[in-house]
C-alpha cells in the first residue's frame, strides 16, 4: 500500500509543483495533478467535487473517475500512452506499468533544470517491459535523476515467479481440477479494479465466462477488457465467479457460493491470488490445495503467487537498467534508508553528496560499473600522494599563509554579513542571542548545517543566555577546533557567568522521570544515557509519573503542557540544566554514589509533607485529553454568557475553602447553575453523566480566564484549596460579549431571592458606546446618516457600535433569512450577535418568554438573549451522535446532548 506521505506525494526537482497520487496533500501553488491508477490507496482524499487543479491519467483511469467517481469532464484529462506532452513547460511521457488497467508510469523532464524524474506508481516489472522499446525510448533521453520506486515487495524472501509463468500454472490448475471432477465451479479472488489477467485465465482454460456484478461489468467495459470472458446472467454453463467485495476466497467463500448455487457444482475450488501467498516450497513442490470435504472433494483452495506488483529480484533487474541517481520508495517510505540500501550496487550515486561515492565514483559510472574495472583498484588508491605533496609545496612557497593573511581573514569573517534566512532556520533549532547565532553563522561560513556541528560539538549545546557581543582577535573560522572561535568564547563567557551565578545544588533524594524519546536529546544522544547520568548523580530514576516523583528531565525547549501525565508539584528540568551538573562532576572528580535501591522513610516524608504537597487532591490528577479538549472547543465557539456569579465561600462545609455559584446561560437558552469549590460541579445532563461538562469549562476559560493549554485546573474532578484560592483572588475582568442580556440577569435575580450568598460584581471589561452620527454612511444603503434621523436608528450595542438605519436593517434580515426571532440575528458589519433595541425589547412579553418550561426540565430564557436559539447546534458533536439518537429513539427514550 502506497505511503501517505506529503514529502514523497511532490515530485522532486521540476521548476511547478506537481503532486502524484496525493489528493490528500492537495497545495495552493498546485495546478497539475497527476494519478497512476485508480486504485483506493492512490486516489485517497480525491472526491467528486475535487476542483483544485486539472488531473492528469491515462485514457482508462479517465473514464474511471468520471464513470465510476463522478468527477467533472472539465477536471480530468487524458493523456496518450508513449507520447510526449508539455504541462507547465515540462514534458511529460506515460508508459504502460503492466499493473491493474488504466496504470501508468510517469516520465517527467524539466528544461529549465535538467532534471528527468520517472514515476513508476504501482508496476510489474516484467522482462518484456524492462527490456522494452517504451523504456529505452526514455533512458535514451538522458539518465534518470530521481526514481519513485514501488517497493512492495522489496526483500529478498518475495523472489516468486514471473506473472506469465503464474497466468500457466493457473490454467494447468483449472484443466486438472475439471479432469478429477468436470462438475466444479472456481472463485476467483479480485479487486473491483485489478486481477483481471487472472480471472481471463481461469475463464479461457475453464472455457467459460466469469460471473460477476453488474459494477464490476461496467468497470471491466470502462478498463476495456475482453467482453466475451464476463458476464452478469448465471447459467449452466457459467462455472466461474469472481469473489467480490466482501466475500472471501476460501472455504467460507465456498461454502456460501455452495449454498448460493444450491449444490449444483460437486466441487468448488478457490484461487487466491497475491504475492504474499509465495512459499520457497512451492519451486520444488508445485501449487497444493488445501482441501475440505469427503476425501477432500468438496472445496480446494489454492494459494497462487500471482501480483501486479514486481517481485524482489525484479525490482534489482529494473533498478540495474535505469541507474538512477536517487531513489525515492513509494511505500514504506518511512524506511526510506533500508530499502534504498538493497539498490545501491545498481545506482548512479556520483551526485549523491551524502555518500563517499560522489568522492570516489567518477560522475556517470554507477558503483557497480565501478567495481567491474580490470584492475580492481580504487580510485583513492590511484591518486598519487607525491604529486599532491608537491602541488602543496608550490602553492604555500607561492602564497605562503603569514600571520597577516590570518588576521585578515579573520577581521573578514568577523564583518562579514549574516544571512537573514540563515540566522532565522538556526534560531529555529538553538534558543540564544542574536550575537552568539551570528558567531556560529560566521564560524559555519554561513552554512547552518556546520553552525548546528560547532553548537552541539565543539561549544558542547551550551547557549549563553544574556551574553553579550564580545572581541575575537585574531578569531579564526575553522570547523577542525584548530582557533578558539567566536562562538565558543561566548559559550565559555556563558559556561563562567553560570558558575558564578547558579546556585541550583543537585538534589541527592531526587526522584526523576524522563519524558521523550532518543532523536528528541541532542546533548546526551540517548534516553539511555540520560538515565545512566542521572543514576550516576545519585539519583532514582522511575519509568512512571507516580505521586512521589520530584523531577522530570525533558528535551530542551519542550513545555510543560506537552508533558502529559505531570503533576504540578513536578519541577521540570531539561537536559541543559543536568549537563551542567554533569559537567560540575566530572570537574570535581566524584565517585558515582550508589543508586538507592529503595525510598529512604526520610526522603519520603519531606515529598509528603513538604510544602509543595501540603495537600492531597484526593483522587488522580487528570491531564486533557481529545474527548475534554474538544468539551473546551465547544465552550469558546458556543453562545454561552454568564448570567450570575454568587461567592458562598461563608456557606461551605469545610472553613476557609473558596466556593463560588456561577449561573451560565446555555447555547439553547437552558439556564444552568455550575459551582466551583472543592468539587466542581453543574446539573447539566452531561455532568450527571461524570463528565467535566462545556459550562464548567466556560466558567474556567473565558470567566476566570484560564488557559486550557497552560493550565491543569480545568480537567481536575477535586481541587486544592490553594488552586482554589489562586483562581479567586484576583480574579481577571469579565468580557462585556460574555455577559447575558439585562434582562436575562434580572429574571434569574428575581428567581434566586432569598437563596442567600453574595453576589460577586465582576468588573466588566469592555462596555461598548453607541457611536453618534458624523456623516459615515450606513452599511447597507450606503447613505450618508446626520444626527436628524439619529431617531430612526439603531446600534450594534454588543461589537462594533456601528449605527443602522432601522429599515435598511428588517431588509438586511429578511434578506438573509434571520426574520425568525430576536435570538437568529447578527450584525452586518462585525457579525456579533444583535442586541435589539430598547423599545424592540420593550415589546416581548418577558413573563410568557421566562414561563417556558421544556422537556428537559430547566428555566428556558432564549427569546430574552439575543443571538440564543433553542435548537441545538450538534455540527461540533460526534459522528456517532444522530446514530445513538436514532437508537434512543427506537428504545422510547431521548436523551439530549448539553
Given at each position: 500500500?502506497?505511503s ?5 506525494k511532490?515530485v522532486?526537482?521540476l521548476t511547478?509543483?506537481f503532486i502524484?497520487?496525493?489528493?490528500n496533500?492537495?497545495r ?11 486504485h483506493?490507496d492512490?486516489?485517497?482524499?480525491l ?19 468520471i464513470?465510476?467517481?463522478?468527477l467533472s469532464?472539465?477536471m ?5 500512452m ?7 513547460d515540462?514534458?511529460?511521457t506515460l508508459?504502460?506499468?503492466n499493473?491493474c488497467?488504466g496504470?501508468?508510469?510517469i516520465?517527467?523532464?524539466?528544461p529549465?533544470?535538467g532534471?528527468r524524474?520517472?514515476?513508476?506508481g504501482?508496476?510489474r516489472?516484467?522482462?518484456w517491459?524492462?527490456e522494452g522499446d517504451?523504456?529505452?525510448d526514455?533512458?535514451?533521453?538522458g ?7 514501488d517497493?512492495t ?6 523472489c516468486?515467479p514471473p506473472?506469465d509463468?503464474?497466468?500457466d ?7 486438472t ?9 472456481f472463485?476467483?479472488?479480485s479487486?473491483?479494479i485489478?486481477?483481471e489477467?487472472?480471472i ?8 467459460s465466462?466469469?460471473l460477476?456484478?453488474?459494477?464490476k461489468?461496467?468497470l ?7 467482453p466475451?470472458l464476463y458476464?452478469e ?6 462455472r466461474v ?14 461454502a ?9 457444482f460437486?466441487?468448488a475450488?478457490?484461487?487466491?491470488p497475491?504475492?504474499?501467498m509465495?512459499?520457497p ?19 480446494r ?5 500471482y ?5 524482489f529480484?525484479?525490482l ?5 537498467k ?11 517510505a ?9 539498490f545501491v550496487?545498481h ?15 567518477p560522475p556517470g559510472?554507477?558503483?557497480?560499473a565501478a567495481?567491474?574495472r580490470p584492475?580492481?583498484i580504487p ?5 598519487s600522494?607525491?604529486?599532491?605533496a608537491?602541488?602543496?609545496d608550490e ?11 590570518s588576521a585578515?581573514r ?17 534560531r ?9 547565532l551570528?558567531?556560529l553563522l560566521?564560524?559555519g561560513a ?5 553552525a548546528?556541528?560547532i553548537?552541539?560539538?565543539a561549544?558542547?549545546?551550551v547557549?549563553?543566555?544574556g ?6 582577535d585574531?578569531?579564526?573560522a575553522?570547523?577542525?577546533g584548530?582557533?578558539?572561535c567566536?562562538?565558543k568564547?561566548l559559550?565559555?563567557?556563558?559556561v ?6 547558579d ?7 531526587m526522584?526523576?522521570?524522563?519524558y ?8 546526551f544522544?540517548?534516553?539511555?544515557k540520560?538515565?545512566?547520568?542521572l ?8 519509568r512512571?509519573?507516580g505521586?512521589l ?8 525547549g519542550?513545555?510543560r ?6 503533576d ?10 543536568l549537563?551542567?551538573h554533569?559537567?560540575?562532576w566530572?570537574a570535581?572528580?566524584?565517585v558515582p554514589r ?7 522513610s526520610a ?8 510544602a509543595?504537597a501540603?495537600e492531597?487532591?484526593g483522587?488522580?490528577?487528570?491531564t ?7 468539551r473546551?472547543?465547544r465552550?469558546?465557539s458556543?453562545?454561552l454568557y ?8 461563608a456557606?461551605?462545609a ?14 439553547t437558552?437552558n439556564?444552568y ?14 455532568a450527571?453523566?461524570?463528565n ?8 474556567y476559560c473565558?470567566v476566570?480566564?484560564?488557559?486550557q493549554?497552560?493550565s491543569h485546573?480545568?480537567f481536575q474532578?477535586k481541587?486544592l484549596?490553594?488552586e482554589?484560592?489562586t483562581?479567586?483572588t484576583s480574579?481577571p475582568?469579565v468580557?462585556a460579549t460574555i ?5 436575562v440577569q434580572?429574571?434569574?435575580?428575581e428567581?434566586a ?15 461598548v ?6 456623516g459615515e ?13 439619529a431617531d430612526s436608528l439603531?446600534?450594534c450595542e454588543?461589537?462594533?457600535?456601528f449605527?443602522?438605519?432601522?429599515a ?7 434578506a438573509?433569512?434571520e426574520s425568525?426571532?430576536?435570538?437568529s440575528?447578527?450584525?452586518p458589519r462585525?457579525?456579533?450577535?444583535w442586541m435589539?433595541s430598547?423599545?424592540?425589547?420593550r415589546d416581548?412579553?418577558v ?9 428537559e ?6 427569546t ?8 441545538r447546534?450538534t455540527s461540533?458533536?460526534?459522528e456517532w451522535?444522530?446514530y445513538?439518537?436514532r437508537r ?11
Amino acid at each position: 500500500m502506497a505511503s501517505q506521505d506529503g514529502d514523497i506525494k511532490v515530485v522532486r526537482g521540476l521548476t511547478p509543483t506537481f503532486i502524484v497520487d496525493g489528493f490528500n496533500f492537495c497545495r495552493p501553488e498546485c495546478n497539475s495533478y497527476f494519478l497512476t491508477h485508480c486504485h483506493s490507496d492512490h486516489t485517497t482524499g480525491l472526491h467528486a467535487s475535487f476542483d483544485l487543479g486539472m488531473i492528469y491519467c491515462t485514457e482508462v483511469s479517465a473514464a474511471l473517475l468520471i464513470g465510476d467517481r463522478g468527477l467533472s469532464q472539465k477536471m480530468v484529462r487524458a493523456l496518450p500512452m508513449n507520447e510526449t506532452v508539455t504541462i507547465e513547460d515540462v514534458e511529460v511521457t506515460l508508459v504502460d506499468a503492466n499493473h491493474c488497467p488504466g496504470a501508468a508510469m510517469i516520465h517527467f523532464f524539466d528544461p529549465a533544470t535538467g532534471n528527468r524524474v520517472l514515476h513508476v506508481g504501482d508496476f510489474r516489472a516484467s522482462a518484456w517491459l524492462v527490456e522494452g522499446d517504451a523504456l529505452a525510448d526514455l533512458l535514451k533521453r538522458g539518465p534518470i535523476d530521481h526514481l519513485y520506486l514501488d517497493t512492495t515487495y522489496n526483500s529478498p524472501k518475495h523472489c516468486f515467479p514471473p506473472q506469465d509463468q503464474v497466468l500457466d500454472a493457473l490454467a494447468r490448475i483449472v484443466q486438472t481440477e475439471l479432469e478429477r471432477e468436470p462438475n466444479t465451479v472456481f472463485l476467483v479472488g479480485s479487486y473491483s479494479i485489478g486481477k483481471e489477467k487472472a480471472i481471463e485465465a481461469v475463464a479461457r482454460a475453464a472455457a467459460s465466462p466469469a460471473l460477476v456484478s453488474s459494477r464490476k461489468a461496467r468497470l471491466v467495459k470502462m478498463c476495456q477488457r475482453d467482453p466475451d470472458l464476463y458476464t452478469e446472467e448465471d447459467g449452466p454453463h457459467v462455472r466461474v465467479r469472481v469473489a467480490g467485495p466482501g466475500m472471501s476466497a476460501g472455504h467460507e467463500g465456498l461454502a456460501d457460493l455452495h449454498l448460493a448455487t444450491r449444490g449444483k457444482f460437486a466441487s468448488a475450488v478457490a484461487f487466491r491470488p497475491t504475492g504474499w501467498m509465495f512459499t520457497p516450497s512451492q519451486k520444488a513442490q508445485g501449487y497444493k490445495p488445501w482441501c475440505e470435504g469427503e476425501v477432500g472433494s468438496q472445496t480446494r483452495v489454492y494459494a497462487i503467487p500471482y501480483s501486479e506488483h514486481s517481485s524482489f529480484n525484479e525490482l534489482q533487474h529494473f533498478v540495474k537498467k535505469v541507474q538512477p541517481k536517487c531513489i525515492i520508495p513509494t511505500v514504506n517510505a518511512e524506511n526510506r534508508d533500508s530499502e534504498v540500501n538493497r539498490f545501491v550496487q545498481h545506482m548512479d550515486l556520483s551526485q549523491d553528496l551524502g555518500r563517499m561515492d560522489a568522492y570516489l565514483v567518477p560522475p556517470g559510472m554507477s558503483k557497480r560499473a565501478a567495481g567491474k574495472r580490470p584492475a580492481q583498484i580504487p580510485l583513492i588508491d590511484r591518486v598519487s600522494v607525491a604529486e599532491q605533496a608537491r602541488l602543496w609545496d608550490e602553492a604555500t612557497a607561492t602564497s605562503p599563509l603569514t600571520d597577516a593573511h590570518s588576521a585578515e581573514r579573520a577581521t573578514c569573517i568577523e564583518t562579514a554579513t549574516v544571512d537573514p534566512s540563515a540566522l532565522s532556520q538556526l534560531r529555529e533549532m538553538v534558543c540564544g542571542p542574536t550575537e552568539y547565532l551570528e558567531a556560529l553563522l560566521r564560524d559555519g561560513a554561513g552554512v547552518v548545517e556546520h553552525a548546528i556541528a560547532i553548537h552541539f560539538g565543539a561549544n558542547e549545546g551550551v547557549v549563553p543566555v544574556g551574553a553579550v557581543a564580545m572581541e575575537t582577535d585574531g578569531c579564526a573560522a575553522s570547523l577542525d577546533g584548530a582557533a578558539v572561535c567566536a562562538s565558543k568564547q561566548l559559550a565559555d563567557a556563558a559556561v563562567a557567568a553560570a558558575e558564578e551565578t547558579d546556585t541550583d545544588v543537585f538534589p541527592r533524594d531526587m526522584i526523576v522521570s524522563v519524558y521523550g524519546d532518543d532523536k528528541s536529546y541532542r546533548l546526551f544522544e540517548t534516553r539511555e544515557k540520560v538515565e545512566a547520568r542521572l543514576h550516576a548523580l545519585g539519583a532514582r530514576v522511575t519509568r512512571r509519573k507516580g505521586k512521589l516523583t520530584t523531577h522530570c528531565i525533558v528535551p530542551t525547549g519542550t513545555k510543560r503542557s506537552l508533558v502529559p501525565k505531570l503533576d504540578a508539584t513536578v519541577a521540570l528540568r531539561d537536559e541543559g540544566w543536568l549537563f551542567r551538573h554533569v559537567q560540575r562532576w566530572k570537574a570535581d572528580g566524584a565517585v558515582p554514589r550508589p543508586v538507592p535501591k529503595k525510598l529512604k522513610s526520610a526522603a519520603k516524608k519531606r515529598r509528603i509533607e513538604g510544602a509543595a504537597a501540603e495537600e492531597e487532591r484526593g483522587c488522580k490528577t487528570r491531564t486533557a485529553t481529545t474527548d475534554k479538549l474538544q468539551r473546551v472547543a465547544r465552550a469558546l465557539s458556543d453562545r454561552l454568557y454568564l448570567v450570575r456569579w454568587v461567592d458562598r465561600t461563608a456557606e461551605g462545609a469545610a472553613a476557609g475553602w473558596p466556593r463560588h455559584q456561577f449561573t451560565v446561560l446555555g447555547s439553547t437558552g437552558n439556564v444552568y447553575s455550575c459551582e466551583i469549590a472543592r468539587e466542581p460541579t453543574c446539573d447539566c445532563k452531561d455532568a450527571a453523566k461524570g463528565n467535566t461538562c462545556k459550562h464548567l469549562y466556560f466558567v474556567y476559560c473565558r470567566v476566570l480566564g484560564l488557559d486550557q493549554h497552560e493550565s491543569h485546573i480545568p480537567f481536575q474532578r477535586k481541587l486544592l484549596r490553594s488552586e482554589l484560592v489562586t483562581l479567586f483572588t484576583s480574579p481577571p475582568a469579565v468580557a462585556a460579549t460574555i455577559m447575558a442580556a439585562a434582562e436575562v440577569q434580572q429574571k434569574v435575580d428575581e428567581a434566586a431571592v432569598g437563596s442567600g450568598g453574595r453576589r460577586v460584581d465582576a468588573p466588566v471589561a469592555v462596555v461598548v458606546t453607541k457611536r453618534a452620527p458624523g456623516g459615515e454612511p450606513c452599511a447597507i444603503c450606503f447613505e450618508t446618516m446626520t444626527a436628524e434621523v439619529a431617531d430612526s436608528l439603531q446600534f450594534c450595542e454588543l461589537g462594533c457600535g456601528f449605527p443602522f438605519h432601522t429599515a435598511c436593517l428588517i431588509k438586511w434580515f429578511a434578506a438573509r433569512g434571520e426574520s425568525g426571532g430576536a435570538g437568529s440575528h447578527n450584525c452586518p458589519r462585525c457579525r456579533t450577535s444583535w442586541m435589539p433595541s430598547a423599545a424592540a425589547r420593550r415589546d416581548v412579553d418577558v413573563g410568557a418568554a421566562a414561563s417556558a418550561m421544556p422537556a428537559e426540565g430547566y428555566l428556558n430564557l432564549a427569546t430574552l438573549q439575543p443571538g440564543t436559539s433553542t435548537a441545538r447546534d450538534t455540527s461540533q458533536y460526534s459522528e456517532w451522535l444522530e446514530y445513538h439518537q436514532r437508537r434512543r429513539d427506537r428504545e422510547g427514550g431521548s436523551v439530549q446532548p448539553s
